[in-house]
């Protein structure tokens, strides 16, 4: 068994072709080449004009743009296989709610105020990419980069999405 995919001995005018690899950028200026590393650890080099015609970076955007919830959860189902930063908050934790509650007993305003930010959760920011596959409850199955699991995102939670060149915001 070999991981090669084609032979390029074989490849001939006309011929059509298929790619998809995700990966990061090791070098952005690498003797007129952006030096890259796939997932899979292979290392090479891509002229600029194949990067700005073939490759979709999860962290630039030349525009943001202010949608519903809604709207941010179809456009994250919509752009699967395609690299996106994600923001979410994440599930509560209980002892933590527990210890700033304590902490903060207070004033009625004080103990709502801090009830309303513990409930939100905590902030979180993933780099990666989805295949549009759910839990039973509906969580995204969400590949960071950099790590070998997926993990799981409500959508209902997300707050943008960095996609196509756009930062979706919730309104």
């Known amino acids: 068994m070999t991981d090669r995919l084609s032979h390029p001995d074989k490849v001939r005018r006309g011929s059509f072709y298929s ?10 200026g690498h003797g007129g080449h952006i030096q890259t590393k ?4 292979f290392e090479y080099g891509v002229a600029p004009n194949i990067i700005a015609k073939e490759y979709k970076f999860a962290d ?8 519903t919830r809604t709207k941010l959860i ?3 189902t919509q752009n699967p296989h395609t690299a996106m930063t994600i923001e979410f908050n994440k599930k509560p934790d ?9 902490e903060h007993t207070g004033t009625k305003n004080a103990f709502t ?11 979180r920011e993933m780099v990666g990419f989805h295949q549009n596959t759910f839990d039973e409850h509906r969580r995204l199955y969400f590949t960071e ?7 799981l995102v409500d959508p209902r939670t997300l707050n943008f999405i960095i996609v196509n060149l756009v930062r979706y915001e919730v309104k």
């Open 19 to 28: 790619t998809h690899a995700f990966g990061t950028v090791l070098d952005p």
């Open 38 to 41: 796939s997932l899979d650890g």
């Open 60 to 67: 630039q955007f030349d525009r943001t743009e202010k949608v």
């Open 74 to 76: 179809e456009i994250l």
């Open 94 to 102: 209980a002892k933590k709610m527990v210890d700033e509650l304590f």
């Open 113 to 123: 105020k801090t009830v309303k930010t513990l409930l939100a959760g905590e902030k």
């Open 145 to 151: 980069a950099g790590k070998e699991h997926p993990r």
